[in-house]
T-cell receptor
């Protein structure tokens, strides 16, 4: 039983295309996240949803749009892909919203390696 | 400015204790510190989380001094399978709830 799953695992596409990455968690968690990990292994948060409500929206180009149809799913759609979008994208979930002293561990998916050519 | 800083790499030998320190100068009173482990081609995995003083679980300890401007992950008696990248993560609650990962410490355990 995979706790946090992402599809696809690998995604190779050309510049200018539009693509989506899907994420699902079966842990019953309220909060989900998208992270980007670049070639230097830096992990940076992009978005977070709590019960389908956007709560974190870091400085990310408008070409990236998250969508949460329900609290078990958080998809990432990317328009007009650029070379710099090549990275590994991780989805994660936590039991509840990270807020001050009520911090809970995050469970990460296996990642989606996006290559833009 | 919310920032976390770690050494880029460390080397160790099997059976040794490894201590990895993360600096987070602008941490506030209620900000939590969490450490993750990442193997190649996998997502990060939770190791330990703390708020102050010392926390210990079955795999690691986390030491946080009184000023909380740094934290140290301690791995007792490492083995080859502990070779991985270790990240500290701080939730800067009083800075808009920013989640900031350190740049990761690549630990290499040798026989």
């Amino acid at each position: 039983d995979t706790a946090v799953s992402q599809t696809p695992k690998y995604l190779v596409t050309q510049m200018g295309n539009d693509k989506s990455i899907k994420c699902e968690q079966n842990l019953g968690h309220d909060t989900m996240y998208w992270y980007k990990q670049d070639s230097k292994k830096f992990l940076k948060i992009m978005f977070s949803y709590n019960n389908k409500e956007l709560i974190i929206n870091e400085t990310v180009p408008n070409r990236f749009s998250p969508k949460s149809p329900d609290k078990a799913h958080l998809n990432l759609h990317i328009n007009s892909l650029e070379l710099g979008d090549s990275a590994v994208y991780f989805c994660a979930s936590s039991q509840r919203r990270l807020a001050g002293s009520d911090s809970y561990e995050q469970y990460f998916g296996p990642g989606t390696r996006l290559t833009v050519t | 400015l919310a920032k976390t800083t770690q050494p880029i790499s460390m080397d160790s030998y099997e059976g040794q204790e490894v201590n990895i320190t993360c600096s987070h100068n602008n941490i506030a009173t209620n900000d939590y510190i969490t450490w993750y482990q990442q193997f190649p081609s996998q997502g990060p995995r939770f190791i330990i989380q703390g708020y102050k003083t010392k926390v210990t679980n079955e795999v690691a300890s986390l030491f946080i001094p009184a000023d909380r401007k740094s934290s140290t992950l301690s791995l007792p008696r490492v083995s080859l399978s502990d070779t991985a990248v270790y990240y500290c993560l701080v939730l800067f609650y009083n800075q808009g709830g920013k989640l900031i990962f350190g740049q990761g410490t690549e630990l290499s355990v040798k026989p």
